[in-house]
């Protein structure tokens, strides 16, 4: 399975047998899992604590620091995709509708190469 080839549905399919497997659906509440990928994301954004822009980015080229990234982003995205489970949501029609709005709040012709915020006016 690859990015390349692995669908949303299936991944979605996949965590959810894994907790349902292990008898785990009693203990995801939407709740707990909204905290959880929370807990993960700050787990996440330890592996770049300390380190400036540049390390930052080298720490990808580092094995063993590229594993532990790619164990911290997995687990984010298993558990955003359980919450999605729970709650029912269609992830890729979320994503699309947020890229609209999206599209509609950051106008290229405004924000193009621009980090700092623009004149709303």
Same mark, same amino acid.
């Given at each position: 399975m690859?990015?390349?080839?692995?669908?949303?549905?299936?991944?979605k399919?996949?965590?959810?047998?894994?907790?349902?497997?292990?008898?785990w659906i009693?203990?995801?509440?939407?709740k707990?899992?909204?905290?959880?990928?929370?807990?993960?994301?700050?787990e996440l954004m330890?592996?770049?604590q300390?380190?400036? +822009?540049a !390390?930052?980015?080298? *720490?990808? $080229?580092?094995?063993?620091?590229?594993? @532990? /990234?790619e164990?911290?982003?997995?687990d984010?995205l298993?558990?955003?995709?359980?919450l999605? +489970?729970? !709650?029912?949501?269609? *992830?890729? $029609?979320?994503?699309k509708?947020?890229? @609209? /709005?999206?599209?509609e709040?950051?106008?290229?012709?405004k924000?193009r190469?621009?980090?700092?915020?623009?004149d709303w006016?």
């Amino acid at each position: 399975m690859s990015d390349q080839t692995a669908t949303l549905e299936e991944l979605k399919q996949s965590v959810a047998a894994f907790a349902e497997e292990r008898d785990w659906i009693q203990y995801h509440s939407l709740k707990n899992l909204a905290m959880s990928i929370s807990i993960e994301a700050g787990e996440l954004m330890e592996r770049f604590q300390w380190v400036d +822009n540049a !390390a930052s980015n080298a *720490l990808v $080229g580092d094995a063993a620091a590229r594993l @532990a /990234i790619e164990d911290e982003l997995a687990d984010v995205l298993i558990y955003s995709l359980q919450l999605a +489970n729970r !709650a029912e949501i269609d *992830l890729s $029609g979320s994503i699309k509708r947020k890229m @609209a /709005i999206n599209a509609e709040k950051y106008p290229i012709e405004k924000v193009r190469g621009r980090s700092d915020k623009y004149d709303w006016s």
